[in-house]
């Protein structure tokens, strides 16, 4: 008997109840019995190695400033965070069991939203797909403005349409039904047919094409009556071979859309993705519909488990979309997303995160404070040399060559584990690579953008502003050259790295931190000139076309380069002789001018090359 149709409070605290209950019935494990052995003794290892760094690194003698060395700790405090969070996550992954089925005579429907930007030959190969779905259904197309076109070709195909369409009260300025905004249209969709008239949807954006199996992978764990939604995996690798941009978010969160979204299967709370998840309707009426804002996937997810229900990671349902087309969408979706979840954050969590367990709260406010967290951290890092260099004081008194050798065991063992982890097939997609030069440079070019989104949300959340969201072009390619603000950030970070190696002279121990200055600023000039020369060649743009902008916007990059150049002829010496020390390698030998003849005397230093071998210090 099916229970989809109880709305009851009782539902939510009964669920709250199996969610503590220990392990489900209808979940078994991502691990078999030998890969919990290789793994867990890894995971020992990796640990084991950070007690290593952090005794090492702790010890009193190496204090030379106390707010510099707790600065920097608290940055390696971080980094050494985020591996340990997901790796607890992930060791007790589980995925749905593999016989699981809904109760006979569930009524199912797949609904797709289209706004007036998306393009409907994007859609229809959407529509075309949940067509050939693998178990009977309804198929509707949520869109705004349906098209005579778009009714017709929906009508001969058996396909459900819902629009807002001159509807007033679903085209308001805030939640909930909000206008120009995914939640307000599948509002409309939900309280006129998905509550009504369906036990279970499956809803998908435009351009996320699923695979014949995906409706009954992602169905399945609703036969558990305590899940209340089911998240999917965010395939977003339709365009990978013609956007850089799409590749870099591909690669770096595939690991997250598998394995560590497994983990949270087992008494946590799997986070719904909003380019497609499914929802019982009976609990997803009973928390006052969709969540708010841009980023309703999340809020739809804590509102879940702040009523009590339990959601379910669906691991093999299978659907490929769009990534960002060109690095100015991707610019504006980490913003758009920042800015989203902080405004959660600072005016949804207080009403929901006290309802739940003392783990989901923490996983709650760990993952919306993220973002926080990750900006500053890149910011703090990107300042740390220049800091350095204006204080002409090291961070700790420690060596180049001791720092490695202790903070390397960690790294490595790290990069073994999630190179296997890729190789057992637990990345979503299964090829997403673990390491490559689209993800390293992901890394250091989102930050500028979520610390932007984070002072936005900030701003808006104190003045009582909002914003209209932006739907990221999908079908169309960009005819012109990229924004100069998308370009300009990474000119000035990089001149902003360079300028201090150039005017300050006399820095002390500092004198290694010219080298991380000069690798900062050449780390977001290869950003610089990727974003440039990539746009041109992946939208195949003739130089002929917006001469004038392409022209500046590669002088600002060659600009930088003859910066570069003049920072690495005065300082490149001075740096690596300072790196050099305590490694049993002379690389330079420090001679000073002698006066007479002529010659006034002075206590420059000159370094001459001269290596050779020699005992450490």
């Not at 106390?66 to 589980?94: G, H, K």
């Not at 992978?217 to 999917?232: L, R």
């Not at 073994?416 to 689209?438: D, H, K, M, T, Y």
């Not at 500092?510 to 000069?518: E, K, N, V």
């Amino acid at each position: 008997m099916s229970v989809a149709g109880d709305t009851s409070t009782t539902q939510g605290d009964i669920s709250g109840k199996l969610r503590r209950s220990g392990p489900s019935p209808y979940l078994q494990p991502l691990l078999n019995s030998r890969q919990r052995w290789v793994y867990g003794a890894g995971i020992v290892l990796w640990v084991l190695a950070q007690v290593y760094f952090w005794e090492w690194w702790l010890r009193p003698e190496h204090v030379v400033n106390v707010f510099l060395f707790t600065y920097m700790s608290v940055a390696f405090a971080w980094l050494s965070s985020q591996p340990l969070y997901f790796l607890a996550i992930f060791f007790n992954a589980t995925r749905p069991a593999s016989d699981l089925t809904v109760p006979t005579g569930s009524r199912i429907a797949m609904v797709v939203t289209k706004a007036p930007s998306e393009p409907f030959s994007v859609v229809s190969k959407t529509l075309e797909a949940m067509l050939k779905q693998d178990m009977p259904h309804d198929t509707w197309l949520a869109d705004e403005d349906p098209s005579p076109e778009t009714r017709a070709w929906c009508e001969e195909r058996g396909v459900f349409i819902s629009t807002r369409k001159g509807v007033a009260d679903y085209h308001r300025a805030t939640w909930p039904r909000r206008t120009r905004c995914k939640e307000g249209n599948l509002a409309y969709f939900y309280d006129h047919y998905g509550y009504e008239r369906y036990d279970f949807v499956s809803q998908l954006d435009a351009d996320h094409v699923p695979a014949p199996s995906y409706l009954r992978h992602v169905i399945a764990p609703f036969a558990d009556p305590s899940v209340g939604y089911v998240s999917a995996p965010s395939i977003c690798d339709n365009n990978s071979t013609t956007s850089w941009a799409a590749r870099s978010r591909l690669y770096v969160e595939g690991m997250i859309h598998g394995a560590i979204q497994c983990g949270y299967n087992t008494g946590w709370a799997p986070l719904c993705i909003g380019s497609h998840y499914a929802v019982r309707t009976s609990a997803l009426k009973q928390i006052g519909g969709l969540g708010p804002e841009l980023a309703e996937d999340h809020s739809t997810t804590m509102m879940m488990n702040g009523h009590g229900w339990r959601g379910v990671h669906a691991f093999d349902a299978i659907a490929h979309g769009d990534g960002p087309d060109t690095f100015a969408d991707f610019a504006t979706q980490e913003f758009q997303w920042a800015r989203s979840l902080i405004m959660i954050l600072l005016s949804y969590s207080r009403a929901y995160i006290p309802m739940m367990p003392a783990r989901l709260r923490f996983q709650f406010l760990f993952c919306q404070f993220w973002y926080v967290g990750f900006s500053f951290f890149m910011a703090g890092m990107f300042f740390s040399p220049l800091l350095a260099l204006a204080t002409r004081s090291s961070f700790a008194a420690v060596t180049f060559s001791g720092f490695v050798l202790h903070a390397t065991p960690a790294a490595l063992i790290l990069m073994w584990l999630f190179i296997r982890f890729q190789r057992e097939g637990w990345a979503r997609p299964v090829e997403a690579r673990q390491f490559s030069w689209e993800s390293t440079l992901f890394l250091y070019s989102r930050w500028p953008w979520v610390l932007y989104g984070i002072f936005a949300a900030v701003r808006d959340w104190v003045g009582g502003s909002f914003v209209d969201f932006r739907v990221t072009p999908k079908g169309a390619r960009p005819t012109e050259a990229i924004p100069f603000r998308v370009v300009m950030p990474y000119f000035v970070l990089s001149m902003a790295s360079l300028l201090p190696v150039i005017f300050l002279d006399d820095v002390g121990d500092a004198r290694g931190f010219y080298f991380f200055a000069m690798l900062n600023a050449i780390i977001y000039l290869i950003i610089l000139v990727i974003i440039l020369r990539n746009h041109a060649v992946e939208n195949r743009l003739s130089l002929s076309r917006d001469t004038l902008r392409q022209c500046v916007q590669f002088s600002l990059a060659l600009s930088v380069c003859a910066v570069a150049f003049v920072s690495i002829d005065l300082r490149a010496k001075a740096a690596i002789d300072a790196l050099s020390r305590g490694t049993g390698v002379r690389v330079f030998r420090e001679i000073y001018p002698i006066s007479g003849a002529g010659v006034s005397g002075t206590n420059k230093q000159i370094l001459k090359f001269d290596f050779a071998w020699e005992p450490a210090l």
